[in-house]
C-alpha cells in the first residue's frame, strides 16, 4: 500500500511538473513568434519566426499532443494582437501543429537519434505541404483584401522570375521555405534537446 501511495504521489509530481514545462514552452513560443525575420526570395510582407521549435520541444520530450497544445496556447494569446483576424493565427498553427505532430508521433514509436532525425525531416515536409496549403486557401486569399491578385504575384515574381500563378506562389515559394525553416528548427531542436532533458523532465534520463 504504501509503494502504490508512493508511485502515485510520484506520478502527481510528474504530471505537474510536465504541465508547468508545457505552459512555459508556450510562453516561450509566443515570445518567439514577435521576433521574425523576411523571407528569402520573397516580398517584404512575408515573414518567419522560430516559435515553432519550443512545440517541437515538447513533442518530443512529452508527445505529439503537448507540441499541439503549446501551438495552440501561442496562437490563443496572438489574437489579442492579430492584425489578420484570426486568420494569421489558424494559419500558423495548422503548420505549426502538422510539424510539432508528425515529429513527436514518429519519435514516440522509438526514441533515438536516428529516429528524432527522420521524425524531423518528415515533420519538415509535413509543414512544407501543410504551408502549401494553407497559403493557397487561406493567406493569399486574406492577402488579395489587401493586394489585388495580379499585383500580389508580381511580388513574389520580381524575386522568382517564373512564378505566374498562385499556385506557382506556393509551389515555389511557400513549400520550399517552410520545409527549409522546418529544418532549421529541426537542427536547433536536435543540438539543444539532449541538453534541456534534464530539465525538461527532472531526473529522467
Not at 521576433?35 to 512575408?46: G, Q, Y
Request: net charge positive.
Amino acid at each position: 500500500m504504501e509503494k502504490t501511495i508512493t508511485t502515485q504521489k510520484k506520478t502527481s509530481i510528474q504530471s505537474v511538473r510536465t504541465l508547468t514545462m508545457i505552459a512555459v514552452l508556450s510562453a516561450i513560443s509566443f515570445i518567439l513568434a514577435f521576433f521574425e525575420f523576411p523571407v528569402p526570395l520573397s516580398p517584404s510582407f512575408a515573414r518567419m519566426d522560430l516559435s515553432d521549435l519550443p512545440a517541437l520541444i515538447g513533442a518530443f520530450a512529452y508527445g505529439p499532443a503537448s507540441g499541439v497544445l503549446i501551438e495552440l496556447v501561442k496562437n490563443v494569446l496572438q489574437l489579442f494582437t492579430s492584425a489578420t483576424g484570426g486568420i494569421g493565427e489558424l494559419a500558423n498553427f495548422i503548420m505549426g501543429s502538422s510539424f510539432a505532430a508528425a515529429a513527436g508521433l514518429i519519435y514516440r514509436s522509438h526514441k533515438t537519434k536516428k529516429t528524432a532525425m527522420l521524425a524531423c525531416l518528415a515533420a519538415s515536409i509535413v509543414m512544407g505541404i501543410m504551408a502549401a496549403v494553407v497559403n493557397y486557401f487561406l493567406l493569399l486569399p486574406a492577402f488579395e483584401a489587401f493586394m489585388p491578385l495580379d499585383q500580389l504575384i508580381t511580388s513574389f515574381e520580381e524575386f522568382i522570375p517564373f512564378i505566374k500563378t498562385k499556385l506557382d506562389v506556393v509551389l515555389f515559394n511557400a513549400f520550399p521555405f517552410n520545409l527549409l525553416k522546418g529544418i532549421g528548427i529541426s537542427i536547433v531542436t536536435m543540438l539543444l534537446y539532449k541538453r534541456l532533458t534534464p530539465i525538461l523532465k527532472g531526473s529522467q534520463k
